[in-house]
C-alpha cells in the first residue's frame, strides 16, 4: 500500500512538472522569437501531422526524410570517418562523404549533428533528433537491439594503445593485465575489457582516451583499429604512441530507426555505389581501403 | 594558433551570451510572476507554486534540460523543440524559480507597516508595491540576484549534453586534434565575463545607495 502511494505521489509529481514545463514551454516559444528562425518552420510543419506522424514514420521513415528534405546525421569527431580539416567547416571523411552521396541518392540535403554523447545516440534516433547513426559504428549486440541496423561496410577491431618505448612488454592479452586503463565509456572497446575482466576509467570518448596516455595518467587505451591507423605514430599527433594487441574483430555498420525502410534503402546504395567504384575510391582517399568489406 | 582557436572560441561565446542574455530576459519578470504565486493568499496555487519550485530547484538543471529535449520525443512521440529553444526553456524555467525566492525575500523583507501606511494614505495595492515597495526590493535584491546571475554565466556550459555548440564545447573540441589547452583557456572567456559583470553590478549597487 504504502509503495503503491508514493508511486502515485511520484507520478503526479511527474505530471505536475510535465505540464509545468509545457506551460512555460509556450510561454518560452511565443516570446523566444529570438530562437533561430530556420528552425522554428520546422516544429510547426510537423506539428500540424504530430497525431499521426508517429505511425506514419513506422511505416515509411523514407516518405518522412524526404518530405522534410534533410537527412540528419548524427555522428561525432572521429577521424578518418567524420572530421574537419583545421580552419574548414565542412565535415569529410569517408563515412561523412558517402552519407553526402547517400543523401543526393535520396534526394535530400544532409545534415551533420556532432552528438554531445555517443550513448544517446538511439534516443536520439527514437525521437527523431536524428535519422541516421554513421560514425564508424561497431555492430554489437547493443547496438543491434536499439536500431535496424545496415549491412556491414567495414572491418575494424579493437586496439591497445601504449607508448611506443613500452611497447614490447605488451605484445600478449595476458601482458595487459594490471595496466591502468582508459576507455571510451559504454565502447567496443569497453566491452572486450569487460570481457577480460580488466578494470578502467571511462572516458567521454576515443580521443580522451588517447589523450590520457599521452599524459600518462593511464598507461594504456583501448580504441578502434581504424582510428589508431590514422591518429596515431609517426606523422601525426600522438608520434610516441603505437597500439600492439588486437583484441577482436569486429564490423561496421549504419543505424536507422526500428523497423525504418532507410536500412533496405542504404543496403541497395551502398551496392550500387561499390558496383561502380565510388565506394573504393572515397575509401582510398581516406586510406581505409583494406578494412571496407567487398559487396 | 592562439588567433584560430580564440576565434573559434569567440563562436562558442556568442552561444553561450546569447543563451545568458535570452535567460535574463524572460526568466526575470517571470521569477517575479512565481514570486506572487508563492505568495499567494489562494492556498492551492501557493502550494502548486511550492512544488513546482521545489521539484525545479531540487533536481539537477541537467536533467531538466534532457527532459525538455528529448522528453516530448520519448513519452509523446511529439516533435523535439530545436536544441536552443530547449536549452533556453530549461534555462528560463530554472532561474525563473531561484529569482522567485529571492524576490519573495526582498519583498516580505519590507517593513508591513509601510504597507499599512500606504492604505492608510488611500493608496491601492498597486500602487504601494510600485511606489513604495519596489524600489527597496530591488535594492535588497542587487547582491543575491548578481551571485545568480554570475553562476548563470558558468551554467551554461550544461547546454552540451543537447548539442548545443557552447564555449566548452568549441575548447573540447581539440582535444581531438591532440590540443588540451584550449579547454583551458575558456576559461579566460568566463573570468572576463564574469568580472564585467561584477563591475556592472557593483555600480549598480552605488547607484542605489541613495536611499537607505
Same mark, same amino acid.
Given at each position: 500500500? &504504502? ?13 505536475? &512538472? ?10 518560452? @516559444?511565443? %516570446? ?6 530556420? $528552425? ?33 546525421? *548524427?555522428?561525432? %569527431?572521429?577521424?578518418?570517418? %567524420? ?14 562523404? &558517402? ?31 536524428? $535519422? ?9 549486440? %547493443?547496438?543491434?537491439?536499439?536500431? @535496424? ?36 565509456? *559504454? ?36 580504441? $578502434? ?5 590514422? &591518429? ?16 577482436? $574483430? ?26 561502380? *567504384? ?12 583494406? @578494412?571496407?568489406?567487398?559487396? | ?14 552561444? /553561450?551570451?546569447?543563451?545568458?542574455? #535570452? ?37 539537477? #538543471? ?15 512521440? #511529439? ?14 524555467? !530554472? ?28 493608496? /491601492? ?21 548578481? !551571485? ?32 588540451i589547452w584550449p579547454l583551458f583557456y575558456t576559461a579566460v572567456f568566463y573570468l572576463i565575463l564574469s568580472g564585467i559583470l561584477t563591475i556592472l553590478l557593483n555600480q549598480m549597487e552605488k547607484k542605489l545607495d541613495y536611499f537607505q
Amino acid at each position: 500500500m &504504502m509503495k503503491r502511494s508514493s508511486k502515485l505521489w511520484a507520478l503526479l509529481l511527474a505530471l505536475a &512538472m510535465v505540464l509545468s514545463l509545457a506551460a512555460c514551454g509556450g510561454n518560452g @516559444s511565443s %516570446d523566444g522569437k529570438d530562437a533561430p528562425p530556420a $528552425d522554428s518552420g520546422t516544429p510547426a510543419d510537423t506539428g500540424a501531422s504530430s497525431e499521426g506522424s508517429d505511425q506514419e514514420a513506422a511505416d515509411s521513415d523514407l516518405a518522412y526524410v524526404q518530405g522534410k528534405g534533410t537527412l540528419i546525421v *548524427g555522428m561525432t %569527431d572521429f577521424a578518418p570517418m %567524420d572530421y574537419k580539416d583545421s580552419g574548414s567547416d565542412e565535415w569529410i571523411g569517408f563515412d561523412a562523404d &558517402m552519407a553526402k552521396a547517400f543523401a543526393e541518392s535520396l534526394g535530400v540535403k544532409v545534415e551533420f549533428l556532432e552528438l554531445a554523447d555517443w550513448d544517446a545516440k538511439s534516443m536520439e534516433l527514437d525521437t527523431k533528433a536524428i $535519422d541516421v547513426v554513421w560514425n564508424g559504428m561497431t555492430l554489437t549486440d %547493443d547496438v543491434k537491439a536499439l536500431m @535496424s541496423t545496415s549491412e556491414p561496410y567495414c572491418l575494424n577491431g579493437q586496439v591497445v594503445v601504449v607508448p611506443a618505448a613500452k611497447a614490447d612488454q605488451y605484445q600478449t592479452v595476458e601482458s595487459l593485465s594490471g595496466l591502468a586503463f582508459a576507455v571510451e565509456n *559504454g565502447s567496443a572497446g569497453a566491452e572486450q575489457l569487460d570481457a577480460l575482466g580488466i578494470s578502467y576509467t571511462a572516458m567521454q570518448n576515443q580521443a580522451a582516451a588517447v589523450m590520457e596516455v599521452a599524459s600518462g595518467a593511464s598507461e594504456a587505451a583501448v580504441i $578502434d583499429l581504424l582510428m589508431a591507423g590514422a &591518429m596515431i605514430g609517426e606523422g601525426t599527433s600522438y608520434p610516441d604512441l603505437t597500439y600492439t594487441v588486437q583484441l577482436n $574483430d569486429e564490423e561496421y555498420g549504419v543505424g536507422f530507426r526500428k523497423g525504418s525502410d532507410l536500412t533496405n534503402a542504404f543496403n541497395a546504395f551502398w551496392k550500387e555505389a561499390y558496383a561502380a *567504384g565510388t565506394v573504393m575510391e572515397v575509401a582510398t582517399t581516406y586510406g581505409v581501403q583494406e @578494412s571496407v568489406i567487398e559487396q | 594558433m592562439l588567433i584560430p582557436v580564440t576565434l573559434s572560441l569567440l563562436e562558442g561565446m556568442g552561444t /553561450t551570451l546569447k543563451l545568458f542574455f #535570452l535567460t535574463l530576459l524572460f526568466a526575470l519578470p517571470l521569477g517575479l510572476v512565481i514570486s506572487f504565486g508563492s505568495m499567494s493568499r489562494f492556498a492551492p496555487l501557493r502550494w502548486l507554486i511550492q512544488t513546482v519550485v521545489w521539484i525545479i530547484r531540487g533536481s539537477p #538543471l541537467m536533467i531538466q534540460i534532457l527532459i525538455i529535449f528529448y522528453g516530448p520525443g520519448l513519452l509523446f512521440g #511529439l516533435p523535439l523543440l530545436p536544441r536552443f529553444t530547449a536549452a533556453l526553456v530549461a534555462f528560463v524555467v !530554472n532561474y525563473a524559480c531561484y529569482f522567485s525566492e529571492i524576490y519573495r525575500g526582498g519583498i516580505q523583507s519590507v517593513p508591513r507597516g509601510q504597507y499599512e501606511a500606504g492604505q492608510v494614505l488611500g493608496m /491601492t495595492k498597486p500602487q504601494i508595491f510600485f511606489k513604495v515597495t519596489l524600489l527597496q526590493v530591488i535594492k535588497r535584491i542587487v547582491p543575491p540576484m548578481g !551571485n545568480e546571475f554570475i553562476t548563470l554565466v558558468k551554467d551554461t556550459s550544461l547546454v552540451r549534453v543537447i548539442s548545443v555548440y557552447e564555449l566548452i564545447w568549441m575548447g573540447e573540441s581539440y582535444i581531438k586534434k591532440g590540443l588540451i589547452w584550449p579547454l583551458f583557456y575558456t576559461a579566460v572567456f568566463y573570468l572576463i565575463l564574469s568580472g564585467i559583470l561584477t563591475i556592472l553590478l557593483n555600480q549598480m549597487e552605488k547607484k542605489l545607495d541613495y536611499f537607505q
